[in-house]
T-cell receptor, first 112, second 111 residues
């Protein structure tokens, strides 16, 4: 079945760039997503990329998609302490039901 | 526009008790979803409803039932709670666009 994998933890200094990586197995996914979860809160959509794109940039966020290697990354430029959260990668299931397959989440710790 | 709302926010149950988690959305979305979140495992789909009157199993449906009461509401029922069901439960909905909107979550502890 489909599977999405992420590393569990990343620590960076304030002002540095953060890169969170994700690998997925379903090559027929239409969209790939990045969600952010702050402590005690629900999930907030940060950005998404359509499967026929290689890159998407949105202010401080850059998403890179390597379809050959089934690798997705999220780069956060000039990381701030407010970026500390859990980041989830997710892929849309090919059946077009809107179901999402989530990774385990990467905890980003930003040190001042 | 409240988005997706969930009640209750917190709940403690004893093993064997039953309860219903409520979810409502005011965005006129067709599809609604129930996920559970456990540490180190991300979110896993329990049940979903593609439209009013239909429900389907997700990845981890055992021990749960759902009801799509109308277009707005999608409830999740635990008939006989078990400690393995201690988790954070999220409801989500999606309309014509591709973004899933998530509720704030219900934190359930089963002792």
């Amino acid at each position: 079945g489909e599977d999405v994998e992420q590393s569990l933890f990343l620590s960076v200094r304030e002002g540095d760039s953060s890169v969170i990586n994700c690998t997925y197995t379903d090559s027929s996914s239409t969209y790939l997503y990045w969600y952010k979860q702050e402590p005690g809160a629900g999930l907030q959509l940060l950005t998404y990329i359509f499967s026929n794109m290689d890159m998407k940039q949105d202010q401080r966020l850059t998403v890179l998609l390597n379809k050959k290697d089934k690798h997705l990354s999220l780069r956060i430029a000039d990381t701030q302490t407010g970026d500390s959260a859990i980041y989830f990668c997710a892929e849309s299931e090919a059946s077009n039901t809107g179901k999402l397959i989530f990774g385990q989440g990467t905890t980003l710790q930003v040190k001042p | 526009n409240a988005g997706v709302t969930q009640t209750p926010k917190f709940q403690v149950l004893k093993t064997g008790q039953s309860m219903t988690l409520q979810c409502a959305q005011d965005m006129n979305h067709n599809s609604m979803y129930w996920y559970r979140q456990d540490p180190g495992m991300g979110l896993r789909l329990i049940y979903y409803s593609a439209s009013e009157g239909t429900t389907d199993k997700g990845e981890v449906p055992n021990g749960y039932n759902v009801s799509r009461l109308n277009k707005r509401e999608f409830s999740l029922r635990l008939e006989s709670a078990a400690p393995s069901q201690t988790s954070v439960y999220f409801c989500a909905s999606i309309g014509q666009a591709i973004e899933q909107y998530f509720g704030p979550g219900t934190r359930l502890t089963v002792t």
